[in-house]
């Protein structure tokens, strides 16, 4: 069970952290800040290029946490809060992924919630540490989580703009 999510943890982790390099950084072939706001924009987004900070930020950092078992659940609470909205702004209502559908980010957003709800296991720096959080922190970094994931879906979209159907810039 320990080795599984190792390896759950370290995939998806450092996946999600380079998708967050990409944008933050323009590393990977990403668009960095500038032209992943430009693309949050073309979504609809108010205040696109802070979204675009907050959200590169809830996948770099998050996949980084994540991938070393660091501070558990904040890295499964930071890709999945993106992931979230990524399935819920970005990519909905289709579903596949060649048709930009929320496909992938849906099955980060289910295994950032399974290490989440599991634990980062024995192969942690939590472990090693004992640096979890206590799961009363836990279920308030849970309920911060929630509520911001909802006020970005409701405050985040300009009622004036209709979203387009870019490509994502990352």
Known sequence: MDAAL?????????????????????????????????????????????????????????????????????????????????VTRIHWPKLWAQQHGFEYALVLLAAAVAVGLTGPGAYSLDAVWGTALPVQLREVALAITAVGCLAAMVSSMSPAAAPSKATPAS
């Open 6 to 86: 190792l390896v759950l943890r370290v995939t998806i982790g450092l996946l999600v952290a380079a998708h967050g390099a990409q944008k933050l950084f323009g590393w990977f072939g990403g668009g960095g800040l500038g032209e992943t706001s430009k693309f949050m924009a073309s979504l609809g987004f108010r205040r696109a290029f802070g979204w675009t900070v907050i959200g590169a930020l809830a996948e770099f950092a998050g996949g980084l946490l994540l991938a070393l078992g660091l501070f558990s659940p904040l890295g499964s609470l930071g890709v999945g809060a993106a992931m979230a909205i990524a």
